[in-house]
């Protein structure tokens, strides 16, 4: 299948490059040229700009930032339904894998009606490793019809795809999904808080953690960053940022607004995030969201 892909950043890479290994013809597009060069290396073609994906693929991926990004690749200049005709979109599909707000979404449906596109969301669950592997998890919302067809492109990227409605339905199950880990990254340093006066290594304590009903899967994926961060290890690896974290979180509190429901300890965990962003953090790793709680946080009552 010839496949477009706007967005080579850690997950649209890991995209691509299992695209890539099950023989699909990739075309790729970045802001960044330098960052797709792997990709191009390991056979993938290069588009000059978003719409110039168009004419070399059936189905364009889209795995962008946030909402900014998404309104450049699609309506900025050169962008893939800027000024493009409808007959040059004419049996194409395009799949958004961004998380965003629901609404986004939905006002993103509009408008490809108006550009006579076919237009999915498939919001992933999982990281970098599971999506080189195709174990994400998708959710899809938009036309049920339009979801069956993507499907068997989308069974080769996510160990379980799930439709479940319309357009803005795949970024509320998204969000939904990710609500409790966002908490459990505040409630964990709490609890490193009570047993840090103990003096346990941090590898030894993350261990425990992660072999007990106190510790999520995130441990088994992210507990050596985690342990080492915590000792002090300094490292430039970026997995997610605190900012991103921050985005997701103000969309989950936006959306439960929306359907007049009370989400206490959701706020109470950006307003901890807020703080570490506050401390100049906001583009570090999350795994420093528990080195400041401790330093910091806990020992000023987390203001």
Known sequence: ???????????????????????????VWNRTATRAQPLLDMGGAWADSPQSLIPKADVVITMLTDEAALDEVYFGAGGLWMGADKSSLAGKLFVDMSTVRPA????????????????LECPVGGSVGPASEGKLMGFVGGDAAMAELARPLLDQLCKRVEYVGALG?????????????????????????????????????????????????????RGGMISEALSGVASSQVTVNVATMRKDVKAMLEQGALSHMNMPVTSVALEKFDAVAKAGLDASDCTQLLVWWLEQGAKEGGK
């Open 1 to 27: 299948m010839k496949i477009g892909l706007a967005g080579t950043g850690k997950m649209g890479s890991a995209i691509t490059k299992r695209l890539l290994g099950l023989g699909h013809a990739v075309t």
């Open 104 to 119: 986004k979404q939905q006002a993103m449906g509009e408008r490809a009606v108006a550009a006579g596109a076919a237009y």
């Open 169 to 221: 339905a795949g970024a509320t199950m998204k969000l939904a999904i990710n609500l409790p880990l966002m908490v459990y990254w505040q409630t964990l340093g709490e609890a490193l808080s009570l047993i840090q006066p103990l003096g346990i290594d941090p590898k030894r304590v993350i261990d425990i953690f992660t072999d007990t009903s106190g510790g999520p899967n995130m441990l088994k994926v």
